[in-house]
């Protein structure tokens, strides 16, 4: 009997909405490396991913404006944001993020996961 293969889809559904926010704390310095980030100034990673992608951007900014952190990764076409810095600064830009896109933007927002 012939094994079936099976075949996925993805789709961009428009909405507002942030489906990953998480902080690593104290990465492995190897993947700071393979993720092009400095290893010396990253004690924590912030990883968010935002639709429509170009709410990115604007995350950018409030990151920035909200904390001592370092953009890692900005892509508007994806919506994958990654911040860089000491855990608190990280963790505090996050935060400063979510709540813009959710009571500024009414974006639909998840809660910070932590590894």
Known sequence: MEQEKQR????????????L???????DKD????????EGKTNAIGILTITPG?????????AIKSGSIELGFLD??????????DFASVESSLK???E??????????????RS
């Open 8 to 19: 996925t889809i993805q789709e961009y559904v428009p909405g507002k909405q942030v489906t």
């Open 21 to 27: 926010a998480h902080l690593i704390a104290n990465p």
């Open 31 to 38: 993947m700071c490396v393979k993720l092009g980030l400095d």
């Open 54 to 62: 170009e709410a990115a951007i604007i995350s950018a900014d409030i």
């Open 76 to 85: 508007r076409f994806s919506g994958t944001l990654l911040l860089t810095g």
């Open 96 to 98: 400063a993020v979510l």
């Open 100 to 113: 813009f896109l959710k009571e500024t933007l009414k974006f639909y927002i998840c809660e910070i996961t």
